[in-house]
């Protein structure tokens, strides 16, 4: 069951946070320049510092979703840092994919979400059926808890319902963008994709158990 009034005082403080807009730029031009870090995954580290990687890998990803604009890409980089996953060319290619081309559609906390369960649960073979159909029943579980938390799956009803508490697509036309822009929506709209990587971080440090 969505605890909105808990959401609704996420969403407060991301509005009266003060951003290091200088730090968090520098941070995506090392990425965009040098790539994305490989790292040889510990499982025991990783759930030895469960709590700390959930914590950091949602601020990170609320701080991408702010500077970059793009709920998808925000996701998809503060997980794919975290866990050394893909490279840069992904996060290019998601470009499109808040709210599914802005149309209101997916929210690109589950988007960029499920691109990172490609890459981790998935087979560099196509013809791989069997992770093909694990990496699916990952997802449908993520997508089910996700709207358990948030609510909605759509981007629209999340910002009608838990952002700004009326209906307002930014994809519809300029003048959209900027009433979105200026009732804080990109700062507000950190918390879909806080909640999905914290979320799909867990789901990816738990299949490490296994």
């Known amino acids: 069951m969505p605890d909105y009034v808990a959401m609704k005082t996420k969403v407060d403080e991301l509005a009266a946070r003060e951003w290091d807009v200088a730090g968090i730029q520098a941070r995506v031009r090392k990425l965009a320049k040098e790539g994305i870090p490989k790292k040889k995954l510990d499982p025991k580290e990783l759930l030895a510092h469960k709590a700390e990687i959930l ?10 979703n702010f500077i970059t604009k793009n709920c998808a890409q925000g996701t998809a980089l503060a997980l794919m840092e975290e866990f050394g996953l893909g490279d840069m060319e992904v996060i290019k290619a998601l470009t499109p994919f808040p709210g ?85 929506g990109f700062e507000k709209c950190g918390l879909p994709p806080g909640t999905g990587v914290k979320l799909a971080a867990e789901v990816i440090i738990d299949s490490m158990q296994k």
Request: charged letters at 20%; glycine letters at 12%; hydrophobic letters at 40%.
């Open 100 to 184: 599914v081309g802005g149309t209101g559609d997916m929210c690109g906390g589950i988007t960029g979400s499920l691109i990172t369960f490609g890459l981790f649960f998935g087979s560099d073979v196509p013809l791989d059926f069997d992770a093909m159909n694990n990496a699916i029943l990952i997802s449908q579980k993520f997508m089910a808890n996700f709207e358990g938390k948030i609510g909605h799956m759509y981007c629209a009803d999340i910002i009608e319902t838990v952002i700004l508490g009326h209906r307002l697509n930014p994809g519809d036309s300029e003048e959209a963008m900027v009433a979105f822009t200026n009732e804080q």
């Open 55 to 64: 914590a950091r890998v949602e601020l990170h990803a609320e701080e991408y």
